[in-house]
């Protein structure tokens, strides 16, 4: 059952998005001031803009706060700190990747991805405490899915912003294993604490809001399990996001040119080198052709497209 309007306290507006953009959460204070958790995708942040200025309904949106730094949940953060001047607050893990804008540390054109560059004006460091909507939230590290990322508690409503940490049916891909890097434990080990404490609500970076709890984390964990038995289908499953997330963005492309700016793509290079080690272009076709035979992607004529 996805959660209701009627459970979602009242401080709080969660602008659940399409999948290749994060949910926004807006938190609103008792002084009309308001602090916004993730700022989805670059390619949408004008209707991210508009979205939230509708939320705030002449609210003054005083701070941004992201779970973590993949591009999907801060690909606003330069628009909208701009616009409504907001100041920006990130997870520490990355800090000094934004300060001198490492395109490369952070990620973005290893996953075929853009953000629009921003600063920052404070970290959140896990174990810190937050005060957004009028209720303390306590920021808690979540890696796995990033190793920098955190999920934002609150313990008197028992609510969660889990990021990717937790979805209704599952969780991020692990990409720090196919780096040849521990994800899968931390990954198990944030599904353990969430199982602790035992939230009301949660409320995803992707996906509805729930309150099955229970019923989402055996879920997670048997994907976990599986994911675990088989490195390689972890390895599908990151290559795999990736294509879909790049269809999504851009609709359709000549398979041709996918498979040249797959090349581009640093994720995707691992991945074959790791696990498949087929031709280049091979890899590429087969992982299309099985997301196509999934009924998440079409293929005709040699064009690509993403189906909805």
């Not at 209707?47 to 005083?62: E, F, K, M």
């Not at 796995?144 to 934002?152: A, N, Q, T």
């Not at 090349?263 to 890899?283: C, D, H, K, S, T």
Request: aromatic letters at 8%; one cysteine or more; proline letters at 4%.
């Amino acid at each position: 059952m996805s959660a209701g309007s009627a459970i979602v306290p009242s401080t709080m507006r969660i602008l659940e998005r399409g999948w290749v953009s994060s949910n926004n959460v807006v938190l609103f204070d008792a002084d009309r001031s308001a602090t916004l958790v993730d700022t989805g995708y670059v390619t949408h942040s004008e209707q991210t803009l508009q979205l939230v200025r509708h939320a705030l309904d002449g609210r003054q949106l005083t701070r941004i706060i992201n779970t973590h730094l993949h591009s999907d949940h801060c690909g606003g953060n330069a628009l909208l700190s701009r616009e409504l001047n907001a100041t920006i607050t990130i997870p520490p893990g990355h800090a000094e990747a934004v300060q001198r804008w490492d395109d490369a540390a952070l990620g973005f054109s290893a996953c075929g991805q853009t953000c629009d560059r921003f600063s920052f004006d404070a970290v959140v460091r896990p174990g810190e405490h937050l005060v957004m909507g009028g209720s303390d939230w306590q920021a808690v590290a979540s890696p796995g899915h990033d190793p920098h990322s955190i999920v934002l508690w609150n313990a008197d409503d028992r609510t969660l912003i889990s990021a990717d940490a937790l979805w209704e049916n599952g969780f991020g891909a692990i990409f720090p294993e196919v780096e040849s890097e521990s994800g899968f434990a931390e990954q198990r080990a944030i599904l353990e604490l969430i199982s602790e404490l035992k939230p009301r609500l949660v409320i995803p970076g992707h996906g509805a809001p729930f309150t099955e709890v229970d019923q989402a984390l055996a879920r997670a964990f048997a994907r976990l399990d599986a994911l675990e038995a088989s490195p390689e289908r972890n390895a599908r499953s990151v290559i795999k996001t990736l294509l879909k997330f790049h269809l999504l963005i851009v609709r359709h492309v000549a398979l041709e040119e996918l498979i040249q700016r797959c090349g581009g793509w640093q994720y995707a290079r691992i991945v074959n080198e790791r696990y498949f080690r087929l031709p280049f272009p091979e890899f590429i076709t087969c992982n299309v052709q099985e997301l196509v035979a999934g009924g998440a992607l079409l293929l005709h004529n040699g064009v690509v497209a993403n189906r909805d």
